[in-house]
């Protein structure tokens, strides 16, 4: 019921790409209903202590739906219930799980495990919360790189596995990425989130001093560059096979659609963890559109089905892009300070307009064109008061002090605020709110697409 709930929510959401899957007979239950049945079938699972694996699958279902749905409450709630269980039961380590659970059981907690601690580093990210998992306690092997068909519980298929390692550990991988597998892809995903986690930990701008004597007692080690970290996971990228790099157009064929999924989940990613340290520390207007830009132009590049099927965590990583845009506003700018924040602005509402669908991005790309005909007309007013007052002129004296540094601010590009008018009026209509998209400084962005087995 709760894998009906995240898929019926996802093709309500027009994330369908497939045109042999009838749209009317795969909505015509409301989302909602199996929803509300999962629900039901979990409490009444706690109250008669019977859970299992399965319930524990259902609150990771159902944490994604509520992500879906936009009830971001819920979605915490699920996320404690399942903590809550991994801390019963130890599914955190292998050593706790139960004697012959067979090949197959032992593959799917494995997934389990990796998938819910992606979600839980870009729910922390997003909503600025506390992580509850650290990579270092997890004593669980990364999933084996094979495809679901080379194994059960008989065993792996000799000739696909002497390629694959299946080391005890997830900081045991060794040598290149490779491309037996889509899961290949996952995995290498699920190694970017670990990177994301430790910069949360030593990112985190004004939370560090906190915890100064500790990590001084400790022989603080967290020194390193954010840019030394960002070379090295885009040497790490660059290293990845071509499959995983280059997102195809749809075809339909599962086999081969797997691989651009994760080519397209792990450009996401690659873009989350370049926004998060890019956030380390101030940066100049420049410096932001930048960013911005290119994070905007990798999304670009992807063929927008892909982009619709990752539906509304894609909405929240571009909210990380509004983020960076909208902090800009905050601070005195200049005209051709302004003229770099139009183009990224308008970039962004042309692939928000791409991806229209079930999840009203359309919508936010309108107000994000109407905010700039605002300052577009703003801009204009106070280049026509300059040009119809020159500087050195007697016809000045007649503006007040404010209007001639206005008119000459403006005029020239020295930097100048906006007025506190047109600045209230452009984050009430902002696309995305920044009681939810929290300021750069402590920053979250978002998203990111989650790395559950397609």
């Not at 915490?76 to 219930?81: E, F, K, N, S, W």
């Not at 495990?113 to 270092?136: C, D, K, P, Q």
């Not at 009203?360 to 700039?372: D, E, P, T, Y």
């Amino acid at each position: 019921m709760a894998m009906c709930a995240l898929v019926s929510a996802r093709v309500r959401d027009q994330a369908l790409f497939n045109p042999s899957w009838d749209l009317l007979e795969l909505t015509e239950v409301q989302s909602e209903v199996f929803y509300d049945a999962a629900v039901n079938a979990c409490t009444d699972m706690e109250v008669k202590q019977t859970q299992n694996l399965n319930s524990l699958r259902a609150c990771a279902l159902l944490a994604l739906a509520a992500i879906q749905y936009g009830r971001i409450r819920e979605m915490q709630a699920y996320l404690g219930r399942y903590h809550t269980r991994v801390a019963m039961d130890g599914l955190h380590d292998e050593s706790n799980w139960p004697q012959g659970i067979g090949i197959v059981e032992t593959e799917e907690r494995r997934r389990l495990f990796w998938s819910m601690y992606t979600l839980e580093i870009y729910a922390s990210i997003i909503w600025n919360g506390i992580t509850h998992v650290r990579e270092r306690q997890a004593n669980v092997a990364y999933t084996t790189e094979l495809d679901d068909e080379l194994f059960d519980d008989r065993g792996y298929n000799k000739q696909a596995l002497s390629s694959v390692d299946i080391a005890p550990s997830p900081s045991a991988r060794q040598g290149e990425i490779g491309s037996s597998s889509w899961l290949c892809g996952w995995n290498f995903t699920t190694d970017l989130y670990r990177v994301l986690e430790h910069v949360i930990t030593n990112f985190r701008d004004g939370k560090r001093h906190r915890c100064n004597f500790i990590t001084k007692m400790f022989d603080d080690r967290t020194t390193v560059l954010a840019s030394s970290v960002s070379d090295s996971v885009m040497q790490l990228y660059g290293n990845l096979p071509q499959c995983f790099k280059e997102v195809s157009e749809v075809t339909c064929n599962p086999a081969g659609d797997r691989y651009s999924f994760q080519a397209a989940n792990i450009t996401a990613t690659v873009q989350l963890l370049r926004m998060m340290l890019f956030a380390s520390g101030g940066r100049s207007i420049e410096e932001r559109c930048k960013i911005a830009s290119e994070v905007v132009d990798a999304f670009t590049r992807i063929p927008v089905a892909y982009l619709r099927a990752i539906s509304s965590p894609l909405l929240h990583h571009l909210a990380g892009i509004g983020a960076i845009l909208g902090s800009i506003f905050e601070e005195p700018i200049s005209e051709m300070a302004y003229e770099q924040v139009r183009v990224v602005l308008l970039a962004l509402a042309q692939l928000l307009e791409n991806l229209d669908h079930g999840i009203h991005s359309a919508i936010s790309a309108q107000r994000l064109r109407n905010l700039v005909e605002q300052i577009d007309s703003y801009m204009k007013n106070q280049r026509d008061q300059q040009n119809a007052f020159p500087a050195h002129t007697g016809s000045q004296s007649n503006l007040s002090g404010t209007g001639q540094a206005e008119a000459a601010d403006f005029g020239s590009d020295i930097p100048s605020n906006i007025p506190w008018q047109l600045a209230t009026e452009f984050f009430e209509e902002w696309p995305w709110s920044f009681d939810f998209v929290q300021p750069v400084e402590s920053w979250t962005s978002a998203s990111m697409p989650i790395n559950i087995s397609p």
